[in-house]
């Protein structure tokens, strides 16, 4: 259901006519492009601010973008200024004539928030608990592919894991390895810990292992450490209630501790640990951090909660009555909410073009999450940016008046285009005091 960014380049390309590609047949230099097709073209189909595009993958010039000065129609060669590397025989390009394809990169990546709420990101999310202190037990949020944003690491490696069985809960999990170490929460990750001095606390996870005696939990208040039963080291994840694998470990906290943390403990170097779903369980918690699920706003249009633990049964209970920080990123849950149990955020969000990993990107293979007809929004949307910033003042009087033109003939076909294949913008139920 993605579209790449280089698919939506070439499309918009074609909806703007301002789209060739080829193949060059002769052996060109780093100034030169020789392709026989451009014989059929005149010289003056090459004028100024032109630019091409190596798109040849494995070519060591691949997205190296180079004006063009002149086209000599009959050898069909394009002379350009120089690449990085010589252009050669059987090379894919493109030539772009009315904007550069950085251009159209920059129009394509603003008009994926431009065009909100018209196409959006469908938010489903499952990776919050009721009455979860921590903040991020799904271990969600890092700050990049080895660091977690919330947890402290401690000699051990750790890696951000999406791949099948590895994770349980949301869309990722922590895994591991290389060194005996530990993954914890403490005050210092997370202020909100402060709240469990004189309250009895139940630390669990969900946690895969392939080696005995090496994966445990604990909670520490700087007087009392208590620790949880190893992981069986079977490979296999813990039940959906890791208290029958006795994954979990359960401590009143001092009235005034020197300090509360609650660690994850990988004892063995050659051991590997995957851990998901963390959750301290103690006095009501109200407040879940929304703000990283990417919502429009920062404001659902429905809260749900499970029936049981893991449940895959639907439909799932609604929550009414929640209260909403939209300046902080905060989600306050009603004191009749259960306690421990998943809870399912649905909403939506602004789209952006995303690599591999989920971050934000801007290289030609980038992602972005719609595919026909909605890209058709999203192409609309980028031409008319592109011919706004042509009608700047920065531009002749009757050169900006043909952009604006145009501005005015693709702002009706927009409107038009999200009339037909525009994304359902859902009403929000959810009541919010």
Not at 205 to 224: E, F, K, P
Not at 296 to 313: G, H, K, L, R
Not at 413 to 425: D, T
């Amino acid at each position: 259901m993605t579209t790449a960014l280089s698919a939506a380049r070439i499309e918009l390309s074609k909806q703007l006519n301002d789209f060739w590609a080829s193949a060059s047949t002769g052996a060109g230099s780093a100034t030169t492009i020789v392709d026989t097709l451009l014989k059929a073209k005149q010289n003056a189909w090459i004028g100024d601010d032109m630019y091409d595009l190596i798109t040849e993958s494995g070519h060591a010039s691949v997205d190296e973008e180079r004006q063009i000065s002149s086209l000599d129609n009959s050898s069909g060669t394009l002379t350009v200024l120089a690449h990085d590397n010589t252009t050669g025989t059987s090379m894919d390009y493109e030539v772009h004539r009315l904007f550069t394809a950085s251009d159209k990169r920059r129009a394509l990546i603003a008009a994926a928030r431009m065009a909100w709420p018209y196409i959006h990101e469908k938010i489903w999310d499952e990776s919050m608990v009721s009455g979860n202190w921590f903040k991020d037990g799904s271990f969600e949020i890092w700050t990049s592919s080895s660091a977690l944003t919330y947890w402290t690491t401690t000699t051990s490696t750790i890696a951000k894991t999406t791949t099948s069985p590895y994770y349980k809960h949301g869309a990722t999990s922590c895994k591991i390895d290389t060194a005996a170490g530990t993954v914890k929460q403490s005050i210092t990750n997370w202020d909100d810990l402060k709240r469990l001095a004189g309250q009895t606390v139940t630390f669990s996870i969900q946690a895969h292992c392939d080696t005995a005696s090496c994966l445990r939990v604990s909670i520490n208040d700087g007087a009392t450490q208590t620790y949880s039963s190893y992981h069986a080291g079977d490979s296999a994840w813990t039940q959906d209630d890791p208290r029958n694998d006795s994954m979990y470990v359960q401590q009143f906290i001092d009235w005034n501790p020197t300090e509360i943390t609650f660690t994850i403990h990988h004892e063995v170097a050659a051991g590997t640990s995957y851990v998901d779903d963390a959750r301290a369980i103690g006095p009501y918690q109200p407040r879940l951090f929304i703000e990283t699920l990417g919502l429009s706003q920062e404001t659902p249009v429905q809260i749900e909660i499970e029936p049981y633990n893991y449940a895959t049964d639907e439909p799932w209970a609604q929550v009414f009555n929640s209260r909403l920080d939209t300046e902080l990123g905060y989600l306050y849950l009603p004191s009749s909410v259960r306690r421990d149990r998943r809870l399912r955020i649905k909403g939506i969000g602004y789209l952006d073009f995303l690599d591999s990993s989920g971050d934000s990107a801007t290289a030609w293979d980038s992602t972005i999450n719609i595919n026909s007809p909605q890209t058709d929004i999203l192409i609309a949307q980028a031409i008319v940016y592109l011919y706004t910033q042509m009608s700047l003042p920065n531009f002749s009087r009757s050169t900006r008046r043909d952009f604006q033109e145009m501005m005015v003939f693709w702002e009706n076909e927009l409107r038009r285009r999200i009339g037909k294949h525009g994304m359902e913008v859902q009403s929000i139920p959810v009541r919010f005091q």
